[in-house]
């Protein structure tokens, strides 16, 4: 991208060496986030650049007001924006996000690099000997690093995995690549024992933000799952178990979310009842916060959806295949309608307590053909192969993690 000539303003910058840090409540700024409170960033810069402006964008800024606390007139900076535009629209900058401003030892501005999110960057410099302006959005190059958190069940994973310096992040992350093989408020012993390694992202030095998990273990009343990321597809989910099959399964094992399962969430979720023959109960219940969102644990079509006579209040049921549907009670809202079709962990209600129920709680029904079965007891085929050009090398990758999250 070619950008105009002869900008009056940056002769007459000159910038000090200060750094701008503003704060708000941000949260989807990682960058931020980790931000000392207060860094001069014009050390170590390239021979061109001696000093360096920080802005962070606050609440209703545009580009003019950023720019503006580089010294940049309206009229400057509109011009500026109208330039730019065909390789990224400043008028889509973001709160929290932020501007650098680098200018050389004459005080001229040479360089002003945006983060657009934490993938890219839009990079605006100039061109030494032309002093034409010239604009690349590109993709940030992050210095990885692992990181391995282990740890033994006492109370929730959750709190374990946080307790041994895991973000909640890549602690979600662990879980939901696991929550097809194990109910995480149903499964979980006390004295499981559990392993992830995950990437930590760094520039300059500097911690960003954790990465993908890489791979994970959990040792469930000593039976080993694992999976692990290998990019195989560029819409799939990409964790697969040791033998390379996809770890998505036709059913989640638990109707709500493992981020309201453990107690630490605000709407903690425990087991009350199990599926029992002698009991008479055919479902499996699952305490939880009335308004914790329910989610369908296969894709489908759904059924019904409404108020039932017999009991079940709120009610909807969603059929999955030929063989199997399943049916959510006692919710507190209906947010699908018949004929709807919905996918795997797709939000479908509320819980609630309406119909007879003495509490808050998720009524869960597995049917198979026709009859009522226990889900914890259904064996399910597995996930969909990797393709096979990319067995080998996901056989050799898997060799070095299993090393890695040995428990
Ligand atoms: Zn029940």
Redesign the pocket.
């Known amino acids: 991208m070619h950008i105009g000539k002869s900008y009056i303003f940056l002769i007459i910058l000159a910038i000090p060496i200060v750094v701008l840090l503003y704060q708000h409540e941000a949260h989807s700024n990682p960058i931020q986030e980790n931000e000392p409170e207060s860094v001069n960033i014009s050390e170590e810069l390239p021979e061109n650049k001696n000093t360096s402006l920080r802005v962070i964008v606050e609440e209703n800024n545009i580009f003019s007001t950023v720019a503006a606390k580089a010294g940049l007139d309206e009229k400057q900076s509109f011009k500026l924006y109208e330039e730019l535009k065909p390789v990224y629209d400043l008028a889509n900058i973001k709160i929290g996000r932020q501007f650098i401003f680098n200018s050389n030892q004459d005080g001229e501005l040479v360089e002003i690099i945006y983060n657009i999110d934490n993938e890219q960057e839009l990079i605006v410099s100039r061109a030494l000997i032309s002093e034409d302006w010239r604009a690349v959005v590109n993709q940030i190059d992050y210095e990885i690093r692992e990181k391995t958190i282990e740890g033994q069940l006492r109370g929730s994973l959750y709190q374990s995995a946080l307790d041994q310096g895991a973000d909640e992040k890549v602690i979600i992350q662990f879980a939901e690549s696991l929550e097809y093989s194990i109910d995480f408020a149903n499964d979980p012993r006390e004295g499981d024992k559990y392993k992830f390694v995950y990437e930590e992202r760094f520039r300059d030095g500097q911690f960003v933000m954790s990465g993908r998990v890489l791979a994970g273990a959990y040792l469930n009343n000593n039976k080993l799952y694992q999976s692990f990321y290998y990019p195989a597809s560029s819409d799939g989910y990409n964790y697969y178990d040791e033998n390379g099959n996809s770890v998505q399964k036709m059913f989640l094992r638990a109707p709500l979310s493992f981020k309201y399962i453990s107690s630490p969430f605000t709407t903690g979720s425990r087991y009350v009842?199990k599926f029992g023959v002698a009991t008479k109960?055919r479902?499996v219940?699952y305490a939880a916060a009335a308004g914790t969102p329910i989610r369908s644990i296969g894709s489908g079509v759904v059924i019904s959806a409404g108020w039932s006579n017999a009991g079940y209040g709120n009610v909807t049921k969603i059929k999955h295949d030929s063989v199997y549907s399943t049916l959510y009670?006692h919710q507190s809202k209906i947010i699908v309608k018949k004929g709807e079709r919905v996918s795997q962990g797709q939000i479908i209600g509320y819980v609630g307590s309406t119909g007879f129920s003495t509490g808050p709680h998720l009524?869960l029904e597995m049917i198979k053909n026709g009859v009522n079965v226990d889900p914890a007891k259904e064996i399910l085929p597995p996930g969909k192969p990797i393709d096979a050009a990319d067995k080998e090398n996901f056989n050799n990758m898997i060799e070095i993690m299993k090393d890695k999250i040995k428990i």
């Open positions: 009842e109960h479902a219940d009670a009524h």
